[in-house]
């Protein structure tokens, strides 16, 4: 009786060890929404696939990438990473993308993505930001013209120390480019900043858009940054948390 009940206690327990084992190692899939801007890709690809092993990726370029925001093509993939500066938009593809993450399709946005859609206003409400190319109204204030600058070096400080995106992420030294007068959506929750002159205070941001969960990273310019672990464990964080508030 005693080894029956032995049994039974460890086919128990191997049942939820495995299920637990599943779940932690269940895929992520990303979809990289890429165009409009010219990157690194060899080594761009290189941090995506050090993200984790459960997190896979595939790229998709505008505007053919404006396909996948259709309904029968939302299942195949769990998260959205933006790296594109696309432009142009019709107000069709406009309505089917922003339902497409208002339903609850997550979203990671890294740097030259708040520099996109400059004539879609609903874009800024998204992200939760946005570099302006040409002055711009915003809430009934007019903004001017953003600035840049390459290659600089400068620290990122993780505001908010406890948050999943940033969890045990010391601040980092990083060489990238920088913005200037960008828009950060009020009400938005910073997870990272700079003293850095030549930047906007908040680099790093998460916000809710519909059922979507959306983290927006200034940083990931180039190569640098595409190494620089801090950054690598940030991305990471933000694919899987995003992930995991939209089950």
Known sequence: MKSIKFL??????FLV????????????????????HDYKKEQFNEMMKSLGENISYRVEEFPAAFSMF???????????????????ITPEQAQVFADCINKGKPVVALHHSICAFDDWPEYINIIGGKYFHKPTEVG?????????IH?????????????PVTKDVADF????ETY??????PGVTPLLTTSEKTSETIIGWTKNYGKAKVVTLQSGHDVPTFENPGFRKILSQAVVWVYNEGK
């Open 17 to 36: 060890l495995s299920a637990s084992g599943k779940e932690t190692a269940e895929n992520i899939r990303v979809l990289v929404i890429t165009g409009g």
């Open 173 to 176: 030294s990083v060489s990238d």
């Open 151 to 163: 290659d600089l070096n400068f620290t990122v400080n993780v505001t908010n120390k406890k948050h």
């Open 70 to 88: 259709l309904p029968e093509n939302r299942d195949k993939y769990d998260v959205l990473v933006f790296y594109h500066m696309w432009q142009s």
């Open 180 to 185: 200037k007068g960008y828009y950060v959506e």
């Open 8 to 13: 039974l206690i460890y086919l128990f327990t």
């Open 140 to 148: 009934g204030k007019t903004y001017p013209a953003c600035s840049y």
